[in-house]
Every structure is written in structure tokens, then in C-alpha cells.
């Protein structure tokens, strides 16, 4: 059974940095497209960032040009470098990996890492 564990939340003030880890039990781990994830109260969980088994990255528009996901395959995890945090970063951040539609493979999800921007 596939496994994410989560790590690197806490509170930051605005325009700081977290570097979130997520380390994956999954055979074959460099085979598959990985991915953040984030959950606001009250809002739906929606896809942050992503790279592919080769490497190519993708940002959604409100992380661009701030947040750097990276995956070390030997050691079956995957980054999320965040800089200049906002206020509107605030949520709990899950990874997940992906199918090629971008949307989270397995039902098992993690328990998260609680990301908060506050002055």
C-alpha cells in the first residue's frame, strides 16, 4: 500500500520560505509523475505543482515564479521549495502522484503539512 508522508510545514511571516518534504513508499517511485497538492479551509484541494519521471515541471499561476518542486529518486521524495510566501499560501499540503489528466492516482493520502502565513 503506497504512502506519503508529508513534512516542513509551520508559520511563517509573509515574504518568508519553507521547504516542504514528502517522502513516498511506492515501488518504482521514479517512474511516476509526483505532485503538491494544497487544501485552504473551506476550499477544494487543488494542484500546486508537479514534475514528471523526466523531470519537466509545471506551476499553477498563483505559485509561478515562487515555488520550485524537486525529487530525489533515490531517496523516494519529493520538494516543495516555497519563497516570498503570502497569506493566501495558508493550507495544509499533501503530495500525491499523478496520472497524465493531473489528477492524484491513489485514494491514500497523507496526513499533510500545515502551511501558515502570518505576520
Known amino acids: 500500500q503506497v504512502q506519503f508522508v508529508e513534512s516542513g510545514g509551520g508559520l511563517v511571516q509573509p515574504g518568508g520560505s519553507l521547504r516542504l518534504s514528502c517522502v513516498v513508499s511506492?515501488?518504482?517511485?521514479?517512474?511516476?509523475?509526483m505532485g503538491w497538492f494544497r487544501q485552504a479551509p473551506g476550499k477544494q484541494r487543488e494542484l500546486v505543482a508537479r514534475?514528471?519521471?523526466?523531470?519537466?515541471?509545471n506551476y499553477a499561476d498563483p505559485v509561478k515564479g515562487r515555488f520550485a518542486i524537486s525529487r530525489d529518486n533515490a531517496k523516494n521524495t519529493v520538494f516543495l521549495q516555497m519563497n516570498s510566501l503570502k497569506s493566501e499560501d495558508t493550507a495544509v499540503y499533501y503530495c500525491?502522484?499523478?496520472?497524465?489528466?493531473?489528477?492524484?492516482?491513489?485514494?491514500?493520502w497523507g496526513q499533510g503539512t500545515q502551511v501558515t502565513v502570518s505576520s
Open positions: 514534475i514528471s519521471a523526466l523531470g519537466i515541471l
Open positions: 511506492l515501488s518504482r517511485f521514479s517512474a511516476y509523475t
Open positions: 500525491n502522484s499523478l496520472d497524465r489528466t493531473g489528477t492524484a492516482i491513489f485514494d491514500s
